[in-house]
Structure formats: C-alpha cells, structure tokens
C-alpha cells in the first residue's frame, strides 16, 4: 500500500487537472457554437458541452478511453482483432520495429563499450563521438535514413529498426561502460595474483559487476526504442503503426485518436520497461545482488 497509495494519488490528480484543462481549452468552441445560435448557455452545459465534442482541442480521459476500448477491446469481440482499424494491429506494427531496433542498438552498445574499456584509442576516439551522436534531433536524422535505405532497395521494417537503434544504443554504451569499470583496483588485482587471463577477468568479473549497471540503461534504451519506431513511421507516410495513426489523426483533426494513440504508446512502453523490470529482480536475485 505504500507504493500504490502515492501512484494512485498522483494519477488522480492528473486527470482532475485533465479534465479542468479540457474544460478550459474546449469552452471557446462551445461559446462560438451558442453564439451561432443566437442561444445563451449556463455554465453547466458548456462544462457539459466540452466533454462530448467530436473534434475538441483537448479530449476528455473517457472519451480517449472510449476509443482505445472501441480499437482494442470491440475489435477482438468482433473477431477483427488485426484490423487496420485496430490499436492492437497498429501497436504490433510498431512493436516489431521497436524489438528489432533494440535488439540492434543493445547488441551494438555492448560491443562499443567492450571496446571502450578495453582499448584507450576508442575510448578517447569513439565515446566523444557516440555523445556528440545524440545531439543530432532524430527528426533531422530519420528522413535521411530513410531516404538513403529506400535508395539502396531497403525499405520496410529494417530503416524503422535502424532509427530505433540509434535512439536506443547510447544509454547501453554508457551504462556497461560504466558497469564495466566499476569493479575496485582491489578487486582487479587480486584477479591478477590468480593469473587470470583478460577473458577470465571480463567473463567473472568485470561482466556480473556490470549487471546492476545494465537493466537501467535497457530500460531506457526501450523507451527510446520505441520512441524511434514511432518518429520512424512518420517521414514515410506510413500506413500501419501508432506513428501513421498519429499522422492520420494530426491529417484529419482527430484528436481523440491522436490521444488514444498516444496513450497506447505509453502504455505500450511501460509493459515493456516492466518485463525488463521483472527480468532484472531475476537475474540481480539469481547473481545475489537482490540487495
């Protein structure tokens, strides 16, 4: 209760804040209605008014709700569950790319920071670099990957994947070279007395030290992954993920599906970051790092 009374707290006030947001942001166009109309109304139908608008400039928590039960849940009770009219669909489309692309930017964050620890060029060469590579908005960079691939005969989910890995590379670089280097002089040279050769000493223990170094920097790496897949699907004019519905949504004014969406992602991310939440309470308890 001490963890769930907090959270349960801050998430009511932030839909109380929504819901007076919305009223707010929505009352000018209820006004203009009436005023059209020749009629007058009561503070009460236009709080009322602002909460069933079709295009607000800000929906409701029930009405996106609404929506993302109307495209998840109503979609699998009539059997169309990967309609294209589907979150589900849409959320699967944008996961593919979000798995591979952290696949990708994990394995490469590995090998970048195995290099960096133990070679002193790429260290004072390839880490300046991998920090100046996050300067660069991914808005900027997407379209030229995207460009460049399709103009090699590459295009679909791979150039996704490739924004996906660049998003999510940097934090795995800097935590295990962190990681990596967090075992004590003590502790090196004591490995040293026993002979032990580099590959001993990376695989017992520079490797397990890294571990608590590790998980955090996937759980970032998945958020930004995601993140990635989605800026991914926009300069392509994608027709399939949470990205081309943002886009048809910002097309058509359709904000209610714009938000549900948005939503989808965030939930989308946090059951991501929970898995690898859960895989990292396993693997610290099974190594005796519970503590």
Partial sequence: MKNVVPVLTVVAALIVIWYASAVALNAPWAYDKAKRADVEITFGE????TMRQKKPKLPVPHQVGAEIWKTTGGMVAKGRAFSKRSLIYHSWITLSATLLGFAMGTGLGIALSVGIVYNRTMDMSVMPWVIASQTIPILAIAPMIIVVLNAIGISGLLPKAVISMYLSFFPVVVGMVKGLRSPDHMMVDQMKTWHATGGQEFWKLRLPS??????????????????????????TGAVAGLGARLLAGSYYGQTIQIWSALITAAALAAALVGIIGILQKVVLKRMGMAS
């Fill in 46 to 49: 236009m709080v009322a008014d």
């Fill in 210 to 235: 890294s571990m608590p170094f590790l998980f955090p920097s996937l759980k970032v790496a998945m958020a930004a992954s995601l993140v990635g897949a989605i800026v991914g699907e926009l300069p």
